[in-house]
């Protein structure tokens, strides 16, 4: 058994270092397969026919990421994002995917496996390797429980994730994002009949500013809707041009705006001379925002002592 005995608090720090973010899934009743799971007492007499069951040598159809058993039932589970491993070519970083854990009741948390989104993770920091994406937010889910959703920055791509009864994930669409460098994601739900919810994605730049580094960057916003299959529907023009380069995108609980906030406003790079760190969009129901940012706002004390 692979325990893993930390605070929830402490893993969601620790994923700033090598998981890019934590989403906790919590079920008020157990569902009837982790019941099922936790009284199998052979590992290898699995009720799964899928190509996550564990095979003979604990391995996940010879991922890296072994599996094991839960004793105890689990209650919900982590998800956490790798952003890939190792550089592959300029910012692209190896396959992404999800690495999900069981949870008991007690808070104990078990490695369940790791489940590959079907993009490349990205370092998008200018070679420093802290934080690839200085970023927040590259995981989420729909506020049912029933689906995650992740960015593929070196993809350029958005994907969403079925959970299964028994916490396992399972892939079901991957999108563009048009631009360069997927960094944060945001969802709301959403009152239209067939639809789970709205889904806005940023982007760290255009592809014809990403020669200018992180200084000079300037993204973008692009939305989707989260259908109750679990597709992703790109949200037509409702690509939006920002000024200055995201670290994070949210949606406001009642569904109306949407707020991005952003690391290099006032930079001597940037081209656009935008100060705002943080900026707001309408959004209506229909998953449409708005044609122009409706606010901006800094903390950022101008011309200081370090030059800002």
Known sequence: MNKIRLPLFLLALLSSAFLYSTNIIKS????????????????????????????????????STSAFILE???????????????????????????????????????????????????DFDGGEGLDPLISAYAITKSNDNRFVMAVNAGSGTVTSMRVNEDFTLEAVDTESTIDVGPNSIAYVPSRRLGVNGIVYVSNITREDLLGLGEPGHQGSIVGYLLMDDGSLEPIADSRRELANRPSAIQ?????????????????????????????SFGLNADGMV???????????????????
């Open 28 to 63: 008020n009743t157990t569902p009837s397969f982790a019941s099922q799971w936790s009284k199998i007492s052979n590992p290898f007499d699995f009720p799964w026919d899928n190509k996550w069951a564990p095979t003979k040598n604990n391995t996940l159809n010879n991922e």
């Open 72 to 122: 105890e039932e689990m209650v919900g589970a982590v998800y956490a994002m790798t952003n890939g491993e190792g550089q592959i070519d300029g910012n692209i970083q190896g396959p992404n995917s999800i690495v999900a854990y069981g949870q008991a009741a007690d808070g104990t948390l078990t490695l369940m496996g790791s489940f590959p989104t079907g993009g490349n993770g990205g």
């Open 251 to 279: 949606i406001s609980p009642d569904g109306d705006f949407i707020v991005v906030a952003s690391i290099n406003s006032g930079a001597s790079g940037l081209e656009s001379g935008n100060e705002d760190e943080i900026v």
């Open 290 to 308: 708005s044609e122009d940012q409706l606010d901006g706002a800094t903390s950022t004390l101008r011309d200081n002592t370090e030059g800002r």
